[in-house]
Nanobody
């Protein structure tokens, strides 16, 4: 059974930083993507960032480029999202996800990030 478990969310002031973690289990990833999405109240889910498990190639959403960094630790089967220069509009539930065959298939249950102004 594949599990993705997020941690690291919380309350932070604008301009601050947080690091989210996504611990994975139950599957050996290879050319799959692992990524982060977020959803704020009343808004659609938004792509944040993804990383290719084997190559480490990254892609970012426009709203977080230059502020967020996605990385992974293959030995620990964990994906990270380092979030710097946080803004109130970054407030959302952040979820980790993984693909099968290029389709986002596995999802964690999310962690709340709240940025105060």
């Amino acid at each position: 059974q594949v599990q993705l478990v997020e941690s690291g969310g919380g309350l932070v002031q604008a301009g601050g930083s947080l690091r989210l973690s996504c611990a994975t289990s139950g599957r050996t990833f290879s050319n799959d993507f692992l990524g982060w999405f977020r959803q704020a109240p009343g808004k659609e889910r938004e792509f944040v960032a993804q990383i290719t498990w084997n190559s480490g190639e990254t892609v970012y959403g426009d709203s977080v480029k230059g502020r967020f960094t996605i990385s992974r630790n293959n030995a620990e089967n964990t994906v990270y999202l380092q979030m710097n220069y946080l803004k109130p509009e970054d407030t959302a539930v952040y979820s980790c996800a993984a693909t099968i065959g290029g389709v986002w298939h596995y999802w964690g249950q999310g962690t709340q990030v709240t940025v105060s102004s």
